[in-house]
């Protein structure tokens, strides 16, 4: 008997690893992603770079100085990025700043 609860207790630890797994090591590669990319000229910390450089609009994230949507911004070539790093680079951007507000809210 303890042996099926010793199984039912790992099957339980792999399924969350299975299903919290890939959803961190996305975070963690955007936001290494956005250290190699935009690190070097911009802060690093991506929740600081928003509060520097993006408000926030009804139309997403937009850029404080140029007000241009950063995803526009990007797209034209800022940062030197390929499409699917832009899309990952954004939906980093748009979690940490949800996040983000959690906290202050
Ligand atoms: C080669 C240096 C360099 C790199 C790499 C770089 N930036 Fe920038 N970025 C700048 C400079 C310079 C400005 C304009 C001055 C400022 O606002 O700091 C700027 C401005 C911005 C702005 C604000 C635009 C505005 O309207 O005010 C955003 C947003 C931005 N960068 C995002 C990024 C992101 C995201 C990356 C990574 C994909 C990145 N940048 C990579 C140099 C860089």
Redesign the pocket.
């Known amino acids: 008997m303890l042996e099926t609860r010793m199984l039912k207790t790992a099957l339980a630890a792999l399924v969350c690893a299975a299903s919290f797994g890939p959803a961190q090591a996305q975070g963690s590669d955007a936001q290494t992603l956005?250290e190699t990319?935009?690190g070097?000229?911009?802060v690093p910390d991506a929740s600081e770079f928003l509060e520097q450089?993006?408000i926030v609009t009804g139309d997403g994230l937009?850029?404080?100085?140029?007000?241009?949507p950063?995803q526009t911004?990007?797209e034209s070539g800022?940062?030197?990025?390929e499409p699917a790093e832009i899309t990952l680079?954004m939906e980093h951007?748009e979690t940490v700043q949800d996040s983000s507000q959690l906290i202050l809210n």
């Open positions: 956005f990319k935009c070097s000229c911009h450089k993006v937009v850029g404080e100085g140029s007000k241009m950063v911004f990007l800022h940062g030197r990025l680079i951007l």
